[in-house]
């Protein structure tokens, strides 16, 4: 039970840094529109702002819960 939970948040955690990643990514590259230069494109920022202003927390919290999962299963 806890480790398909654990396994379920890794792969979400995963899904959560490459939508940063390709955030980064695409307005960096110049494929993207960012206008305001702030690493996201423009098109996400109304919809996904949120999440970007709670990046660092939202990563933190995964990696917390990810060991707190690891403590618990039997994968160790
Ligand atoms: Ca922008």
Do not use: C, H, Q
């Not at 990643?21 to 996201?40: H, M, P, Q, T, V």
């Not at 996400?44 to 990810?66: A, D, P, S």
């Amino acid at each position: 039970m806890i480790n398909s939970f654990l396994i379920i948040v890794i792969v979400f955690t995963l899904l959560v840094l490459i939508f940063f990643w390709y955030a980064r990514y695409a307005s960096k590259s110049g494929f993207a529109l960012d206008e305001n230069k702030n690493d996201i494109p423009d098109s996400w920022e109304g919809k996904f702002n949120f999440l970007f202003k709670f990046k660092n927390i939202i990563i933190l919290l995964l990696g917390v819960l990810i060991g707190y999962l690891l403590s618990l299963s039997s994968l160790l």
